[in-house]
Antibody
Framework: EVQLVESGGGLVQPGGSLRLSCAAS????????MAWVRQAPGKGLEWVSV????????HYADSVKGRFTISRDNSKNTLSLQMDSLRAEDTAVYYC?????????????WGQGTLVTVSS | EIVLTQSPATLSLSPGERATLSCRAS??????LAWYQQKPGQSPRLLIY???NRATDIPARFSGSGSGTDFTLTISSLDPEDFAVYYC?????????FGGGTKVEIK
């Protein structure tokens, strides 16, 4: 069974930085598009960023463009999200998600999420 | 940005009843639409992709239909484990977008 385990969340002050990681296992990581999706407390799902299987193509939501950077290390089966200039509105559970094989921008497996709280 | 509008916001039904959830797109997404289920405290789970294809291990009581701008998720007979929030998502254009969700609650 596919496993995605996020880490790196926590409490950070506005303007601060945080780096999230997602450890992937039980599938060939380098074959799949990966994404970050977030969910503010009590709210719906919001797509954050996507990276292609080889890292060559990246897309971001306008709300995070210029502040967040998605990356991957296929040799270590790890997805990352560097988050800079954090704002209160970035407070959310951040999910790592795997692209489906036949529909790469739909997501067939999700991690358990890591909570990021931006507050002074 | 393609806006997905889900209706109703809340659906109150009893186990065994049929549930019909709607997702309307602000412009055509062809059939590039997925449905997810999320239970409290859990991660989302892919139910349907390509508007009508069930994902792996999804029971046959879940079905999806539609194309273009109007889509439907149908649960033919609600099981107690189906009470949850359901989201649609389009992958036609950037940014990827989700609908606001429909909560299916026990009546």
């Amino acid at each position: 069974e596919v496993q995605l385990v996020e880490s790196g969340g926590g409490l950070v002050q506005p303007g601060g930085s945080l780096r999230l990681s997602c450890a992937a296992s039980k599938f060939t990581f380098s074959d799949y598009t990966m994404a970050w999706v977030r969910q503010a407390p009590g709210k719906g799902l919001e797509w954050v960023s996507v990276i292609s299987n080889n890292g060559g193509i990246r897309h971001y939501a306008d709300s995070v463009k210029g502040r967040f950077t998605i990356s991957r290390d296929n040799s270590k089966n790890t997805l990352s999200l560097q988050m800079d200039s954090l704002r209160a509105e970035d407070t959310a559970v951040y999910y790592c998600a795997k692209g489906a094989i036949t529909a790469t921008r739909h997501f067939d497996y999700w991690g358990q999420g890591t909570l990021v709280t931006v507050s002074s | 940005e393609i806006v997905l509008t889900q209706s109703p916001a809340t659906l109150s039904l009893s186990p065994g009843e049929r549930a019909t959830l709607s997702c309307r797109a602000s412009q055509s997404v062809d059939n590039y639409l997925a449905w997810y289920q999320q239970k409290p405290g859990q991660s989302p789970r892919l139910l349907i992709y390509g508007a009508s294809n069930r994902a792996t291990d999804i029971p046959a009581r879940f079905s999806g239909s539609g194309s273009g701008t109007d889509f439907t998720l149908t649960i033919s007979s609600l099981d107690p484990e189906d009470f949850a929030v359901y989201y649609c998502q389009q992958r036609t254009d950037w940014p990827l977008t989700f609908g606001g969700g429909t909560k299916v609650e026990i009546k």
